[in-house]
T-cell receptor, first 114, second 111 residues
Framework: QQQVKQSPQSLIVQKGGIPIINCAYE??????FPWYQQFPGKGPALLIA?????SEKKEGRFTISFNKSAKQFSLHIMDSQPGDSATYFC?????????????FGSGTRLSIRP | KAGVTQTPRYLIKTRGQQVTLSCSPI?????VSWYQQTPGQGLQFLFE???????NKGNFPGRFSGRQFSNSRSEMNVSTLELGDSALYLC??????????FGPGTRLTVT
């Protein structure tokens, strides 16, 4: 119930292509869905986030699409560049007894070929 | 604004020893969460502290503990280290909203 399932595990895209990473969840109590980008040797960096009352959010070349009825959300990277090569994590926040925690997906290793 | 800082960045310990990791959150943030990251298990929530109180705890054994000080700095302790405790330990700082900002992590190797 408190899982976030992420796919694919790895993805290779040519420069300029649009990689899409998908996530699915079961718990309808999740109320905030962030995406993180992690480069080797670094901590995850918050990229973009969405709340379930919004179907799409764009920030620069990054777009989250959110389908509340299907309990799915996805990250699209427009005009992808080699510098976007990193591991991407989707996540979901749940509040439980006045405390919150963030559950992470398993990660997608993205490689953008020049 | 300075980001989240974690010390030390790298640590090598022997099985059976204990270790203490430190995290300083972003100035003004009162929430600190700790996560363990391993290739096999991914990012797993350890615990969250807010105003010196543990608000939430993940499914880790009692060997993993933490605390938070009045200046919001937090420490995490692992006692009786096991080989499986080798991981990247990340802390995340949270402010008034839902966003969490991660530090660079402490890479712990247990031999």
């Amino acid at each position: 119930q408190q899982q976030v399932k992420q796919s694919p595990q790895s993805l290779i895209v040519q420069k300029g292509g649009i990689p899409i990473i998908n996530c699915a969840y079961e718990n309808t109590a999740f109320d905030y869905f962030p995406w993180y980008q992690q480069f080797p040797g670094k901590g995850p960096a918050l990229l973009i986030a969405i709340r379930p009352d919004v179907s799409e959010k764009k920030e620069g070349r990054f777009t989250i699409s959110f389908n509340k009825s299907a309990k799915q959300f996805s990250l699209h990277i427009m005009d992808s560049q080699p510098g976007d090569s990193a591991t991407y994590f989707c996540a979901a926040r749940v509040e439980d007894s006045s405390a919150s925690k963030i559950i992470f997906g398993s990660g997608t290793r993205l490689s953008i070929r020049p | 604004k300075a980001g989240v800082t974690q010390t030390p960045r790298y640590l090598i310990k022997t099985r059976g020893q204990q270790v203490t990791l430190s995290c300083s959150p972003i100035s003004g943030h009162r929430s600190v969460s700790w996560y363990q990251q391993t290739p096999g298990q991914g990012l797993q929530f350890l615990f969250e502290y807010f105003s010196e109180t543990q608000r939430n705890k993940g499914n880790f054994p009692g060997r993993f503990s933490g605390r938070q000080f009045s200046n919001s700095r937090s420490e995490m302790n692992v006692s009786t280290l096991e080989l499986g405790d080798s991981a990247l330990y990340l802390c995340a700082s949270g402010g008034a909203g839902y966003e969490q900002y991660f530090g660079p992590g402490t890479r712990l190797t247990v031999t």
